[in-house]
């Protein structure tokens, strides 16, 4: 009698969670999410090479809020430039693709947190020696994606650490291209987010080294139009719920993601 009521229990405030999700009628009646993502940001998202399917970190969360929300997950592959006049427009009704929270981009978006990540320098291995702390990179080349806020960064710390010796920020067409030239000797050192760090690492293992610690604090985000409170509500709400029954944890262990954990989801927590 004790197991029945408290298999009872369990189901009704399973049933009870389940409710207290409501996502806007016309998404409810539709049965889906449409969101956007660019797969070209390992581990968080990116095309398997074997199969071509589409894997990573935000795929797998993505899929679990669906999930949770119980509609299905449409995912729509467009460019960086198009994430902001995607939502701003309706062609989707979400981005999650490893998008940073700014305050900048506030005005069209908010953004539910749910990773904190950070900029980080690293070098080629082979060249650790070198580069044995954050110092020993003023005066040097150090290439990132220009389409970040990634090289004004590095500027803003250059300015503070490097005195007359500043940095030499390069702009590339993303972190592929950032670690490319920085296999052929045209920079010194690259900077990409702390959280796709470790993934590339493990796909090539002795080809780079880190060097000290994230130069600033970044939340990456779910972007959702800004008029869309309810549907904010309900992404919240699904992201904390995720946290809550282990299944946020679970998925940063598969993608070795555990150190960008978060308690609890944020709203335009980014600065």
Same mark, same amino acid.
């Given at each position: 009698?004790?197991? $029945?009521?408290?298999?009872?229990?369990?189901?009704?405030?399973? !049933?009870?969670?389940?409710?207290?999700?409501?996502?806007?009628?016309?998404?409810?009646?539709?049965?889906?999410?449409?969101?956007?993502?660019?797969?070209?940001?390992?581990?968080?998202?990116?095309?398997?090479?074997?199969?071509?399917?589409?894997?990573?970190?935000?795929?797998?969360?993505?899929?679990?809020?669906?999930?949770?929300?119980?509609?299905?997950?449409?995912?729509?592959?467009?460019?960086?430039?198009?994430?902001?006049?995607?939502?701003?427009?309706?062609?989707?009704?979400?981005? $999650?693709?490893?998008?940073?929270?700014?305050?900048?981009?506030?005005?069209?978006?908010?953004?539910?947190?749910?990773?904190?990540?950070?900029?980080?320098?690293?070098?080629?291995?082979?060249?650790?020696?070198?580069?044995?702390?954050?110092?020993? $990179?003023?005066?040097?080349?150090?290439?990132?994606?220009?389409?970040?806020?990634?090289?004004?960064?590095?500027?803003?710390?250059?300015?503070?650490?490097?005195?007359?010796?500043?940095?030499?920020?390069?702009? !590339?067409?993303?972190?592929?291209?950032?670690?490319?030239?920085?296999?052929?000797?045209?920079?010194?050192?690259?900077?990409?987010?702390?959280?796709?760090?470790?993934?590339?690492?493990?796909?090539?293992?002795?080809?780079?080294?880190?060097?000290?610690?994230?130069?600033?604090?970044?939340?990456?985000?779910?972007? $959702?139009?800004?008029?869309?409170?309810?549907?904010?509500?309900?992404?919240?709400?699904?992201?904390?719920?995720?946290?809550?029954?282990?299944?946020?944890?679970?998925?940063?262990?598969?993608?070795?993601?555990?150190?960008?954990?978060?308690?609890?989801?944020?709203?335009?927590?980014?600065?």
């Amino acid at each position: 009698m004790k197991r $029945l009521f408290v298999a009872a229990a369990l189901v009704g405030a399973m !049933t009870v969670s389940a409710m207290a999700i409501e996502l806007p009628a016309e998404l409810s009646k539709r049965g889906s999410i449409k969101i956007a993502l660019v797969p070209n940001y390992p581990p968080m998202e990116f095309r398997d090479p074997a199969t071509s399917t589409l894997s990573g970190f935000d795929i797998d969360f993505g899929e679990a809020i669906g999930r949770k929300l119980g509609v299905k997950i449409e995912w729509q592959e467009t460019s960086f430039d198009q994430f902001m006049p995607s939502i701003s427009t309706g062609r989707v009704d979400a981005i $999650l693709s490893g998008f940073t929270d700014y305050a900048s981009r506030h005005e069209t978006a908010t953004f539910i947190d749910y990773l904190r990540s950070g900029p980080a320098f690293f070098v080629q291995q082979s060249r650790a020696a070198e580069f044995k702390d954050m110092p020993a $990179l003023c005066g040097k080349k150090v290439g990132a994606s220009r389409r970040t806020m990634f090289p004004a960064m590095i500027t803003s710390w250059s300015e503070k650490s490097c005195g007359s010796t500043p940095i030499q920020v390069v702009g !590339t067409d993303g972190s592929a291209d950032a670690r490319t030239q920085l296999k052929q000797g045209r920079i010194d050192a690259a900077v990409q987010g702390n959280e796709t760090l470790p993934y590339i690492m493990d796909l090539e293992p002795g080809a780079y080294a880190p060097v000290g610690t994230a130069i600033a604090r970044q939340f990456t985000g779910i972007a $959702l139009p800004v008029k869309e409170k309810a549907l904010q509500q309900a992404m919240l709400e699904a992201v904390d719920a995720l946290i809550a029954d282990g299944t946020y944890r679970t998925l940063l262990a598969k993608w070795k993601l555990s150190d960008n954990a978060i308690e609890k989801a944020t709203i335009n927590a980014g600065q």
